[in-house]
């Protein structure tokens, strides 16, 4: 599991996030449409997904 996945955000940017440094994925501010990813020392971006799927996205890097 040494690689990055695109994931895209809110805004339209494409953002690639080395699965290994993730903390955890929790939904964005109550909404199943995006969720935030917790990354390198506290580090948020929030992507465009459900929980599930931004999961399983992570799982297969």
Known sequence: MN????FET??????AIN????SFVRRY???DQA???NFEK???IVV?????AV???LASA
């Open 42 to 44: 506290g580090n948020y």
């Open 48 to 52: 465009k997904g459900n929980l599930e």
């Open 29 to 31: 501010r109550g909404t």
């Open 35 to 37: 969720s935030a990813i």
């Open 19 to 22: 699965a290994d440094r993730v």
């Open 10 to 15: 809110l805004e339209g940017d494409v953002v």
């Open 3 to 6: 690689g990055y996945v695109k």
């Open 55 to 57: 999961m399983q996205e």
